[in-house]
């Protein structure tokens, strides 16, 4: 019944930012961890990153010193940084959520880098 919505997506050129937002719809329990996983064309969906209850965050290391997970103040909210975008990024990126060994899966946003 937990629902993910993500936001954000769009065009961007070579080397600008995007910040994706994900949100639950209803009333849900936290979700621990949270991630963004985002799939490319003709590639397999990847984690980009991942946050847990304590806070502990991990990294694509293709993403690393560009993009920032960080969990919003309302419960079940989520936000992923972009930076320094490159056209390797263009994927879905999906928002998910794990509770009680169960995954909740967005609907995904497009991110599409142009040169």
């Known amino acids: 019944q937990v629902q993910l919505v993500e936001s954000g997506g769009g065009l961007v050129q070579s080397g600008g930012s995007l910040r994706l937002s994900c949100a639950a719809s209803?009333?849900?329990?936290?979700?621990?961890?949270m991630g963004w996983y985002r799939q490319a064309p003709g590639k397999q969906r990847e984690l980009v990153a991942s946050?847990?209850?304590?806070?502990?965050?991990t990294y694509a290391d293709s993403v690393k010193g560009r993009f920032t997970i960080s969990r919003g103040y309302v419960q079940n909210t989520l936000y992923l940084q972009m930076n320094a975008l490159k056209r390797e990024d263009t994927a879905v990126y999906y928002c998910?959520?794990?509770?009680?060994?169960?995954?909740?899966w967005g609907q995904g946003t497009q991110v599409i880098v142009s040169s």
């Open positions: 946050i847990t209850s304590d806070d502990t965050v």
């Open positions: 998910a959520g794990n509770r009680l060994s169960a995954d909740y």
């Open positions: 209803g009333t849900v329990i936290r979700l621990s961890p």
